[in-house]
């Protein structure tokens, strides 16, 4: 009787393991995804222009051109 229990207790310690082992690795995988798309946004961020910048520079241009013109 001690071997079936022991036999039982093996099994049900092996499936514990691979539960435990299948939620690492899909918190491995979600991590690797997660890890990939922040790279891939800061490089995204980084190469993109800045339109905004060159908007200002036009706007102060015309806004010297005015005061110059009233002189």
Known sequence: ???????????????????KN????????IGAVAAVAGIAYAVY?????????DFEEDFDDDFDDYFEDEE
């Open 1 to 19: 009787m001690t071997k079936v229990d022991e036999l039982i207790a093996a099994l049900t310690k092996r499936e514990e393991e691979r539960t």
């Open 22 to 29: 299948t939620v690492l690795w899909a918190l491995a995988i």
């Open 45 to 53: 961020r980084f190469l993109t222009p800045d339109y905004l910048e």
